[in-house]
């Protein structure tokens, strides 16, 4: 049975920073992509960085430059760092397992909020 537990949401004034985890099992870790989406109110879940199996990361235009996905295969974990936090970036963040476009695993999210 596939779990993947975030952790590391919370509220953080414009400009901060927040570490995202996603908590793996039931899944051959290292030989999955991964991914993080993410849901604000009133909008269609998006995708927001993607990584390979090999450790390559593709990021959405919106977060590039400031969002950084990796992952430790000893953990079984994908981390999410967000740096440079916008009020836009408030949504619920969810991690996902396989690459994109695959049925896949979800984890349970968790919010991040983005407000002074």
């Known amino acids: 049975q596939v779990q993947l537990v975030e952790s590391g949401g919370g509220l953080v004034q414009p400009g901060g920073s927040l570490r995202l985890s996603c908590a793996a099992s039931g899944i051959m870790f290292r030989t999955y992509a991964m991914g993080w989406y993410r849901q604000a109110p009133g909008k269609q879940r998006e995708l927001v960085a993607t990584?390979?199996?090999?450790?390559?990361?593709n990021y959405a235009d919106s977060v590039k430059g400031r969002f950084t996905i990796s992952r430790d295969n000893a953990k079984n974990t994908v981390y999410l760092q967000m740096n440079s936090l916008k009020p836009e970036d408030t949504a619920v963040y969810y991690c996902?397992?396989?690459?994109?476009?695959?049925?896949?695993?979800w984890g349970q999210g968790t919010q991040v909020t983005v407000s002074s």
């Open positions: 996902k397992s396989g690459p994109v476009g695959s049925v896949g695993s």
């Open positions: 990584i390979t199996n090999g450790g390559i990361a």
